[in-house]
């Protein structure tokens, strides 16, 4: 074997550079330095986790600690914790040898990003006027895990085309985009989002297509024999898919209201979700010629149903709408794979390893209508009086406003999510097309071995190349 | 390998015809549609996710957001969730083969099952005779999820021997008996039942094992090539395991009473699991020349212990009594494998695929008897007097009922839950032994080939079938 | 392959004798019955799981079933739960040829492991001297959990070496030993050690440590082919790896004060870990000629951090320290991977396979260190007068220490974990080195083989010890 590996490493650097030794500590080290110095200068405990809080609770008359914050999100938080770490990171191992870079690197990028979202959502949301700190506590936890997800997406459309030190670039940029356009649409716009089916899925959606489509490859061909899955890393991935689909709940209602707020969206998700299941096996069984079903639609678009709910699910959809809303987006996501993402590649020359255009752009933009329309339907008798203003936030400068205004600010702020996503995306692309980023060449994309030790490298892509025997790939090649 | 996927699918075909081009989407989407307009007229929001609950809260003079029952259930909702996708699909990963369509096809059945059991359980259990709706929140969701188990675990004795449409048709019939027998055994003889020992495992169990003898296949022997496990295979499965041995205490407890009721059942689920995994790793180890454990008792025998405690968690069985239980269950359990199984196919002619019959039926029945026990040996010493009247619910009609009677009401219950698996399994397999349901051949069983599109087929099956060479299983064939 | 399976038996059993078939089940049957008769003996429900609690209520004016201190500690317990066994389980996978090992001797011995530690620390915590009993609730189960992972920790050091009845002594004198330090260090000294850097990390890294010692291989070389990860074992490893990343907040949070010291503990450990990664990342990167990263380093190092908050995760450490923590402990923990676990292995003659010395036992240490300092540290400005007694329980006995005395008593603590560590391992060592416990040959060794019916034998390892084509181990090898 050590011939075989010091061939593939030749083989490897024969074109590109992917030599990330200096890069990668560097960015690692320098921009952790500066969370923490930055952290030090702006990030507090806020009351609720402060030590001081016995006397916040003597003060605002709180009974029990029980009404900590806390005890309200940090069951949904995990749930979310895990969507993003296991459930991001095993959904995208499907590729046959890329499964380190898709967990490993998914890790890398979120740990990177949830701190820098804390700071640029907190500037952006929560900064005191008086003291200039920022204060956390878990729903910041929440909202930062959110804003990770919206670069985790970006990189669904570039795995395995990309550096990790391009991922990094492109979560640095992306949760300060993101900070902006949910600034925009949340607090200018007024919008609501509680499951992010715009700031999150849509922009993220975007953003990581308009990325790809920067980064167009016109060879990449040239490692389609590292393209597609195998039986086991197939098996992985649903690990992913079924983690996002069982806590897709926890994600939509992690930052609802308290009460009937979360408990509503938690319903609403459910069904929807389920209801997708059933369309998406329908249409990949429809789409075959004896009726198989193809794992990459049940990977994916059985998860549609929880991105196009991320705005309605809080309101009072009910529970068929909930279902009518899954119906539509399993259909149309499992299209999306069998008749759009062949199209786009050829035609609009994006290239989407994970189809995250099926997966969150398109459902992202059927999200954002559906709760433009559900809240220009909302109406008294349906919410109470207090239930309406509660659920749209009809207070402070807001109180005035009709639920037909509302309806076109949600669909004002789609709109906004799009256009960050897109124009951001271009922009960032442009940046990552430089030269020193130690991406790989088109031959040896998709494959683990440029950026990990791997022990035993897959045999057959490397000792006998033009040779029948190729045609195994034996897997645990022992050195 | 063009001609090895042909010669392949000529082969699957030779027999019996597994096209599901137009059953399963026929199927999916009727079924999908009906359900879209059965929650139309039916399901509503219950009154605490209901954006009315501000008023709610107001009238019933409840102080707290927090007193919503979404915080006492939502976190073992999760759990159970975890189990119903998670623990029982990769439970059922275990053949070298079959993973696709143990993860996928029970994602598949759960999905649809969880919407009929919303409408099933409804209508038997919380239909508001004024305004004939049925009012849902997060607790009719966990029994949604219950009553999806009972199917899942009769998946378990035919895993690998029948299509998904046949599936999906067993799951229509197990949800509708499941609700009437449940309607039965809790309101009607008024037994306790809080974790499903009768009414999920018993049940469950029953009906599969019905099933299967129905659809007996006295060639099975044909595909036995696929029949057992490979490495990876087993260690996928044990994800299923521990999900469901973790998370049972919160299946056990998700419907208990609030308060000490959830909190006992924890405790007890908790020490009877540990005490059942002792018992299965000795049983194991004894059964084998030197000693060496097998995965299939490691795997299955270690939950038999929280299906026996599903009556008695929530009852003062005491932290010793839940041991006991345990101590037996993982010998039973595990005896049931090595003696029991072979018995059943050879004699009765009951081919039982996971084995349920050593992990559901006999625990659910064991479980059906110390629930029936532990309840007429309950005291007013041991349990307080009105901490006797919360844990066997004696109010309304039942509020006269002693200790005694409630254990043979249990014992009932037991028995009918029995009745409802072997009865409606027995129907319920006469009519999926139509041939219109695209079930596969003899020896095409256990393979995911017949309803999946596989990318690398397991070479050693198709093109060598004759010679040494076919003793390799190349894993990963390029095409 | 009759032949192979024999012959691989014949090698097997060439030295040693690995059978224990009579030992194990007994071990595990006469371990089982004793704890149902101390159970028995001393063992009851606590108030809160009691069905008296109908009456405790009333009595201590408690107005709502959610004080019940289930609701505060459930979710952070079924967190911990996940972390046992499906955490430290799978991390052990990575192994090529050792996952059944991994995950089920750690799912057998954690189960024995708790109950023992339910006694252990009843006895020395709770035990009520009027009634001579211990009273369990949901705070019981997650300090057994606890106690059970330092035996964990300790099976990494000696993972593939022992059998599983060494094992079982293993975890019943550490849970001995486990449960008197604590009470040393809690009750005694007084010291702080919610997330139990200290008493389980430190503890159970050098008990591990001096374990392995003791019974040190100097042929281990014989099993090198055994050793070493293959592409799908390093992808379960992470399945492990991220399960205790994500819930590692809810660890060191578990049994912390309610409300803010909850709510602290999780902000604390998350930013630490997230540092952690960060720096694991670029120190693994630097290691390499061409900056590839190492599995190896992903799946250990990036929870050093976590293991270092453990004493401190609940003080008043700001942010920013909690990101410095996390940045220091990436760093040292992945050079403990390069450098020191050599240096160990061929000079101290440990033997860690794992490297729990870099995971568990270094962090262990900073963490014990950084309790101290920011225990000494500690002021009524920034805790809050009643903040500072919480924090630190200045009640009772000790209502008049300083917290400059406090960090004197954190670090006697410390050194108290550190030798009790030694120096029961280095007698429990001992024990284990009788020749009765059935622990492989050194060219047996990280074989699943020895204890594990597996059903496809490794074929290389066998068939063609001297030829070429040992080079494949062709993994499906149909009998």
């Not at 490897?12 to 969370?35: E, G």
């Not at 990030?43 to 900590?68: F, L, P």
């Not at 949760?175 to 949910?182: D, K, M, N, R, W």
């Not at 929880?306 to 539509?328: C, D, H, K, N, Q």
Request: aromatic share 14%; proline share 3%; with cysteine.
């Amino acid at each position: 074997m050590g011939n075989c590996s010091q061939g593939c490493k030749d083989y490897f650097s024969r074109q590109k550079n992917t030599n990330i030794r200096l890069t990668l500590p560097v960015v690692c080290f320098v921009w952790q330095i500066a969370m923490i110095i930055l952290f030090g200068v702006f990030i507090r405990y806020d009351k609720e986790s402060n030590a001081h809080w016995v006397e916040t609770k003597a003060h605002d008359n709180i009974t029990s600690d029980i009404e900590n914050d806390f005890y309200f999100r940090y069951p949904s938080f995990q749930d979310v914790h895990v969507m993003i770490f296991v459930g991001f990171g095993f959904l995208m191992t499907f590729l046959k040898r890329y499964s380190f870079g898709a967990v490993g690197f998914n890790f890398l990028i979120a740990s990177f990003g949830l701190q820098w979202a804390l700071l640029m959502q907190g500037w952006f949301h929560s900064l005191d006027p008086q003291t200039g700190k920022i204060f956390i506590g878990v729903e910041s936890l929440i909202n930062a895990d959110f804003c990770v997800a919206g670069c985790l997406i970006a990189y669904g459309a570039v795995l395995g085309k990309v550096s990790p030190v391009q991922l990094l670039v492109m979560t640095l940029f992306g949760v300060t985009l993101f900070a902006v356009e949910e600034y925009i649409i949340l607090n200018l716009l007024h919008a609501r989002d509680a499951g992010g089916s715009m700031v999150i899925h849509t922009f993220g959606g975007y953003y990581g297509l308009a990325i790809s489509r920067v980064l167009y490859r016109p060879n990449l061909h040239q490692s389609k024999r590292m393209q597609g899955s195998v039986y086991h890393s197939d098996t992985f991935a649903m690990i992913g898919t079924l983690f996002l689909w069982m806590f897709w709940p926890s994600f939509n209602s992690a930052i609802t209201d308290h009460g009937d707020g979360q408990h509503r969206a938690v319903i609403n998700t459910y069904l929807c979700l389920a209801s997708t299941v059933l369309t998406t096996v329908a249409i990949s069984s429809l789409s075959q010629k004896t009726g198989k079903l193809d794992m990459v639609h049940i990977q994916n678009s059985t998860l549609a149903g929880g991105v196009a709910l991320g705005t309605a699910a809080e309101f009072m959809i009910s529970p068929y709408g909930a279902l009518i809303v899954g119906f539509f987006c399993g259909i149309i996501s499992t299209m999306g794979y069998i008749f759009i993402s062949p199209f786009l590649e050829k035609t609009l020359k994006i290239q989407d390893t994970c189809g995250i255009h099926n997966l969150h752009a398109m459902p992202g933009v059927i999200g954002g209508i559906v709760g433009a329309i559900t809240a220009a339907a909302a109406s008294e008798s349906v919410y109470g009086k207090q239930g309406l203003i509660n659920t749209f936030d009809f207070t402070g400068d807001f109180k005035d406003r009709t639920v037909l205004t509302q309806g076109g600010y949600q669909a004002a702020g789609m709109c906004v999510s799009i256009v960050f996503g897109v124009v951001g995306g271009a922009i960032v692309g442009s940046i990552l097309k430089l030269p020193i980023w130690g991406d790989p060449a088109d031959e040896n994309c998709f494959d683990d071995e440029v950026y990990w030790e791997v022990r035993e490298p897959s045999v057959m892509f490397c000792s006998y190349p033009n040779r029948s025997e190729s045609n195994f790939s034996v897997e645990h090649c022992e050195s």
